[in-house]
C-alpha cells in the first residue's frame, strides 16, 4: 500500500493539534480540503482515524495505532529527502531558530556568518530568548534548549552534554571559607538559577546529598549568575560552556569538584513533530552540532 505523504503529513498535524482546520492552515489548505484529505485517507486504510464532533476530534484506537507508523514513515522519507537534497547542493530558502541568549551567544552567534557565507541561497530569522517559545504556534522550524525536556510531541536531538559545577571567585572563598561537603553549603551565600532551592550532589560513591539552599537573590539568566559569581557574591551553579573559560583563567574555582550535580542534563535540538526536515534546516543543525561540540570542547573539554 502506498500513501500520499502530504496526507500523512497533516494526519500527524491534525493529531498533534486536534484540529483539521488548524493543521490545514499549515499546509495551506481550506477546511473542506483538509478533512477531504483525511477521508481519502481513512478511505485507503479502510478504517476510521478520528472521532469527529461539532466541538472536538480525537484519534480512535486504529487512529493511535497508525500514528506511530505514519511517524516513522515521515521520518524515512525525510531522511532520504534530506540526504537528496544536500548531496544535489539545493540548500535554500528561510530558516526560524530560536534559542537560549545566554548559550547563543557564545556558542551559535560568532558562526552565522561562517554559515551564510557557506550557504548564500539561505536567510535566517534568529530568535534569542531565555523564555520557552511554543515553536509549533510560532512557526520555529528548530530551538536550541539546555537541561531536561519536559514530555511534548516534539522531536528531539541530543546535540551535547551540558556538564555542570558548583562555582565561586578566589575573593568570596577567601573571605568565606570554602566547602568540604554539601552540607557546608547551608553555611553559604548561594546563587540559584531558576527557581530550585535544592541541589543534588552525587558522590563518588554514587551516594546522592541534597542541599537546601539560601541567598539574597535568584535569576532565570545564566549570565546574570555569572557576572554575580565573579564579582564574589557566592557560590553559583552553573554549566561548564557557561563557566569553563573563567575556571580556566582561574578567575573562579570549582567547588565540591569530586562531586557532581544531578540531574545530568543535555543540549538538545528541538523540532515540530511529525513534518519533514527540510535540507536547509538539516544543514543549519548539522553545522551549528559540530561548532557547539568544538567549542565545548575549547572551553572545559581539560576541565572533565
Known amino acids: 500500500m502506498s500513501f500520499d505523504?502530504?496526507?500523512?503529513?497533516?494526519?500527524?498535524?491534525?493529531?498533534?493539534?486536534?484540529?483539521?482546520?488548524?493543521?490545514?492552515?499549515?499546509?495551506?489548505?481550506?477546511?473542506?480540503?483538509a478533512t477531504q484529505r483525511i477521508q481519502a485517507l481513512e478511505a485507503e486504510l479502510g478504517v476510521k482515524l478520528?472521532?469527529?464532533?461539532?466541538?472536538?476530534?480525537?484519534?480512535?484506537?486504529?487512529?493511535?495505532?497508525?500514528l506511530e507508523h505514519a511517524k516513522r514513515i515521515l521520518n524515512d522519507v525525510e531522511?532520504?529527502?534530506?540526504?537528496?537534497?544536500?548531496?544535489?547542493?539545493?540548500?535554500?530558502?528561510?530558516?526560524?531558530?530560536?534559542s537560549s541568549a545566554s548559550f547563543a551567544r557564545s556558542h551559535i552567534v560568532p558562526f552565522i556568518p561562517e554559515f551564510i557565507d557557506q550557504y548564500?541561497?539561505?536567510?535566517?530569522?534568529?530568535?534569542?530568548?531565555?523564555?520557552?517559545?511554543?515553536?509549533?504556534?510560532?512557526?520555529?522550524?528548530?530551538?536550541?534548549?539546555?537541561?531536561?525536556?519536559?514530555?511534548?510531541?516534539?522531536?528531539?536531538?541530543?546535540?551535547?552534554?551540558?556538564?555542570?559545577?558548583?562555582?565561586a571567585s578566589p575573593e568570596y572563598l577567601a573571605r568565606s571559607g570554602t566547602p568540604e561537603t554539601p552540607a557546608d553549603l547551608a553555611d553559604h551565600i548561594c546563587i540559584p538559577l531558576g527557581e530550585t532551592r535544592l541541589w543534588r550532589l552525587m558522590a563518588e560513591d554514587g551516594t546522592v546529598h541534597e542541599a537546601r539552599i539560601t541567598g539574597p537573590v535568584k535569576v532565570n539568566l545564566g549570565n546574570a549568575v555569572g557576572a554575580w559569581v565573579l564579582a564574589g557574591m557566592g557560590i553559583g551553579h552553573t554549566?561548564?560552556?557557561?563557566?569553563?573559560?573563567?575556571?580556566?583563567a582561574g578567575r573562579l574555582v570549582q567547588v565540591l569538584p569530586k562531586f557532581k550535580l544531578r540531574p545530568d542534563t543535555k543540549i538538545w535540538a528541538v523540532r515540530p513533530p511529525g513534518r519533514l526536515m527540510p535540507a536547509r534546516v538539516k544543514a543549519f543543525l548539522d553545522f551549528m552540532q559540530s561548532r557547539i561540540i568544538e567549542t565545548n570542547q575549547a572551553q572545559y573539554g581539560t576541565l572533565l
Open 5 to 33: 505523504v502530504k496526507n500523512l503529513e497533516l494526519f500527524v498535524r491534525v493529531a498533534a493539534l486536534g484540529a483539521i482546520g488548524r493543521a490545514g492552515t499549515e499546509f495551506k489548505l481550506s477546511p473542506t480540503n
Open 50 to 66: 478520528f472521532n469527529r464532533t461539532t466541538r472536538a476530534i480525537s484519534l480512535t484506537p486504529d487512529g493511535e495505532i497508525f
Open 79 to 98: 531522511d532520504a529527502r534530506s540526504a537528496l537534497s544536500l548531496t544535489a547542493k539545493s540548500v535554500a530558502g528561510h530558516i526560524r531558530v530560536t
Open 120 to 167: 548564500r541561497d539561505v536567510t535566517l530569522d534568529l530568535n534569542l530568548t531565555d523564555s520557552i517559545v511554543d515553536i509549533v504556534e510560532q512557526g520555529y522550524d528548530l530551538a536550541f534548549r539546555i537541561g531536561e525536556l519536559v514530555p511534548s510531541t516534539l522531536l528531539a536531538q541530543k546535540i551535547d552534554d551540558n556538564p555542570q559545577a558548583l562555582v
Open 239 to 248: 554549566a561548564l560552556w557557561h563557566s569553563g573559560p573563567d575556571l580556566k
